[in-house]
């Protein structure tokens, strides 16, 4: 194994666009506009399984917004694209 930096994540540039997915084909910039200025209200796992790489789901209510919405993101070795995103159950 090769020995290399750290990377310098405080400063490490965002790209905020996924790469193209079925579900999100206009690279999910909705999503991330909704995020800006956004409450995160929790982050985590599903208890199932069922989502490739186990999933990272975040709940949040966007700027001026009291609706809690949800993006589930999926992964694998090759990269990272957005499941499912959409308002959760009052």
């Known amino acids: 194994m090769v020995d290399r930096p750290a990377p ?4 490490v540039k ?4 996924l790469p193209l997915g ?5 690279r ?9 200025g956004a409450t995160i209200v929790r982050v985590g796992t599903p208890e199932a399984q069922g989502i ?3 999933g990272l789901v975040i709940d949040y209510c966007a700027l001026r917004s009291s609706e809690v919405e949800r993006v589930v993101f999926a992964f694998t070795e090759e990269g990272m694209w957005i499941e499912w995103a959409g308002s959760t159950p009052a």
């Open 8 to 11: 310098d994540y405080a400063n």
């Open 14 to 17: 965002v790209v905020e666009a």
């Open 22 to 26: 079925v579900h999100y084909p206009r």
């Open 28 to 36: 999910a910039e909705d999503v991330f506009r909704r995020f800006a």
């Open 52 to 54: 490739e790489g186990g």
